[in-house]
């Protein structure tokens, strides 16, 4: 199994990245997926979640309106559109895949944003 991100990097605030997360290893379409960041000294935080068939999305209040999930399930590939990038969204990105009867569960190495001036 392997999940790897690409994308991050160094922006300036109010600037934009594009993360993505490619897959493979595991059958994709039946896996919830999530992006989740941490920052040192702190546990990993939920970012954003899509739902297997991608119909559902749900958002961290301190991302909602500014970051949008998305995933093609040809290409077993999941995105974060990070929007209006701020200091406090600097943190190590995770992408992670759950499923959502069996609890198995897949993590990325991590990816890292940093929004400074």
């Known amino acids: 199994v392997q999940l790897v991100e690409s994308g991050g990097g160094l922006v300036q605030p109010g600037g934009s990245l594009r993360l993505s997360c490619g897959t493979s290893g595991f059958t994709f379409r039946w896996f919830a997926m999530n992006w989740y960041r941490q920052t040192p000294g702190k546990g990993r935080e939920l970012v954003a979640a899509?739902?297997?068939?991608?119909?559902?999305?749900n958002y961290a209040d301190s991302v909602t309106g500014r970051f949008t999930i998305s995933r093609d399930n040809a290409k077993n590939t999941v995105s974060l559109q990070m929007n209006s990038l701020k200091p406090e969204d600097t943190a190590v990105y995770y992408c992670?895949?759950?499923?959502?009867?069996?609890?198995?569960?897949?993590w990325g190495q991590g990816t890292q944003v940093t929004v400074s001036s």
């Open positions: 899509i739902s297997s068939g991608g119909g559902s999305t």
């Open positions: 992670n895949a759950k499923h959502a009867i069996l609890q198995t569960e897949y």
